[in-house]
């Protein structure tokens, strides 16, 4: 599968960028980008990891790095969005998934859209992933970028990458949809299908 690689900011490509410093981009015709950590959260044998402050219209994008994530039980990762400052997460969620693999000794590969995975205003939590074996050297990376979450007027949008390490086996995925609500999104979860996230680090960060 080839997936073009995801852009979290409207940038004018035709401009002559100048790298600044490790999270900066300046031009000359649209500014700075810039991303600004957070939080960190980390976890040991963690049910959930919930972010429920600084998620506000201080920034246009919210973003979510996803590193080494390993699960107690072979099942995927997922989030949910609040609209009351985490006390419940249950937002509806419009969404679409697809994933592809390729085998360490090249005997398969494929790619399909998998329906079981997507939602139409369902309010479970949207996967992020496909599944993610209990290997001792099996994890989960990726990034979601989340959109305008204050925003009063209109749905919020989400897109998402992950890879991972899946029975021996290269696994890309690719999840995107919204929120469907007017309400602003003031909190995020994540947690495993089932099971817990044994280990693994989730960044947040702004970006304007």
Do not use: W
Request: proline share 1%.
């Amino acid at each position: 599968m080839a997936l073009s690689k995801i852009q979290p900011a409207s940038i004018d490509l035709t401009a002559n960028y100048a790298f600044t410093g490790t999270n900066s981009i300046t031009s000359a015709s649209s500014g700075t980008y810039e991303e600004k950590k957070l939080a960190t959260l980390t976890a040991s044998s963690s049910s959930t990891l919930s972010f429920t402050s600084s998620i506000d219209n201080t920034y246009n994008i919210y973003k979510f790095r996803f590193i080494n994530m390993h699960p107690s039980a072979y099942e995927e990762l997922g989030f949910q969005g609040s609209t009351d400052g985490g006390s419940n997460y249950n937002t509806q969620i419009t969404s679409t998934f697809f994933q592809d693999y390729h085998l360490e000794d090249n005997s398969g590969q494929g790619i399909s859209y998998l329906t079981g995975y997507d939602q139409a205003n369902g309010t479970n939590f949207q996967r992020l992933n496909y599944s993610t074996y209990t290997d001792n050297d099996s994890n989960l990376c990726g990034e979601l970028f989340i959109f305008d979450p204050s925003s009063t007027t209109f749905v919020k949008h989400f897109t998402a990458r992950t890879s991972e390490h899946i029975n021996n086996a290269a696994s890309d995925a690719y999840a995107a949809g919204y929120f469907n609500t007017t309400s602003a999104i003031n909190a995020i979860q994540f947690k495993m299908e089932s099971g817990t996230i044994d280990s693994g680090t989730i960044e947040m960060y702004g970006i304007n």
